[in-house]
């Protein structure tokens, strides 16, 4: 068993294979970086976007990119699978890793061109309905076909580089040059607007070229760390076992998308467009929260899949305190800011409609967030047949309660629907992993997130008493914090003095 005063975000070293791995919580935070970073310098970008290529051309290439990625299914989630058995053999000499990695690639690349084959015949007569844009646009995507071909095998390539790295935990490369291609992305085609004009075909290759040059570096690197040092080939053995894994991360892929958005499709059936807008608001509001376990769950994948069961349990439990301890300030505090937050960003009267919504869904957020933690822990168990089956179990009981929800209730209806749904898969994924016990010592987040939205519903737009209300369960969720994961506080307070030190406000202090 692992030392028990080890968390998922302290310091851990572990040694196998040469690889030094580096701390859960040094990686996590470069996972926050790079995706938190890419987000920013994307919503830099949409102004000049607009300014040099017009709404319509921005639309018409926003569709194109929704587009393929449906076709991201050819990745058979071979990346996934790859940074899995990769973690496994951690301790091998590195010829098995190779094996994995090449069989991954290369079958990830034939795939990834059939589906560009089969997009290209596809698109000529889908883009068209799509879009509904003018004759000249029309051709200038027609153009701009064989390099939308081209971006699914490079997407599928880009996710076994990805799944390797991550395998062997160089967090630092795979987000740096995430940043790094995000910004490729965003300019290059930028520049190519100003200088050559807003032809979408000239947009279009240049994003893919950029795509398949941001490839390079991650191959390099996988050459070092896998290593790669014989002739590419594929090795049968790790076909069946990878498709055999991968099938069931495909299964997620296909139907957790579906869940995450029938929603808001449901709404503008049932109550029209508008509808749609309050609700769209509060969930990219809340979902922004997901960065956290999302960046976690990626850095503790690997040590998940190189670990005996017992201890991986172990390491699960901790991770689902550390987040609680993290989350529980933060989503008290929102839920009850939400409101007036909300009347001074979209004014009082969209407020009215989305802050409930925002409540209801910063609670779900909250419950989905500690599942992300039994949801890695069991695809790197080798069960991802087991969350694929829960969600494909969920899908009918929540296309009808949705729509009872929506009927009833509108758009805080849907949320609330939304919000049971993520408890319930939550319950099982908890089950399932077998660290259902830790929700015991979950009880007095639980219990304080409750008063905080029951008192942010019976105080309304008293902001005195909603101040008064913060003041005293935002202190209570310090303590509460403090109680369920007390390392997560000693990081924070280490972290912070370091930085204060480094920066010279305080002598540096060693943690």
Known sequence: MGNPSE?????????????????????????VLGSVIPMFVTLATVPPYLRLIGDVRFGVLSLVWVFLSYFGLFEMGLGRATSKYIAELKDDSGATREAVFWTALLVNLAVGTLGGALLWLLAGTTLPFWLKANGTIQVE?????????????????TSVLVGALEGREKFAVINSQQIGATIAFQLIPLSIAAWVGPRVDWLIAATVAARMAANLPLLFVCARHVPLRNVPRIDRKWVRRLFSYGAWITVSGIVGPILTSLDRFVIGVVQGAQAVTYYAIPYNFAFKLLIIPSSLQRALFPRFSAQRSSDAQEMAVRAVLALAGMLTPIVVVAVLLTQPFFRLWVGPAVAARCTRPAEWMLIGVFVNALAFVPYGLLQAQGRPDLAAKFHVAELVPFVGLLWAGVHIGGVTGAAVVWCARAT???VLLFFASGIWRVVIRLIPAIVLLSAAFVGATLVGNHLLMRGALLMLLGTSSLFVSQATSPEVTRLVVSRVRAALGRSGVIPEIDA
Do not use: C, F, H, Q
Request: glycine content about 8%.
């Open 141 to 157: 995507v027609s153009r701009a076909m064989p390099w939308l071909a081209a971006a699914v095998p490079v997407a599928t390539v």
């Open 424 to 426: 319930a898969d939550a």
């Open 7 to 31: 968390t998922p975000l302290s310091a851990v070293k572990e040694s196998g294979g040469g690889t030094g791995y580096s701390s859960v919580s040094r990686n996590a935070t470069l996972n």
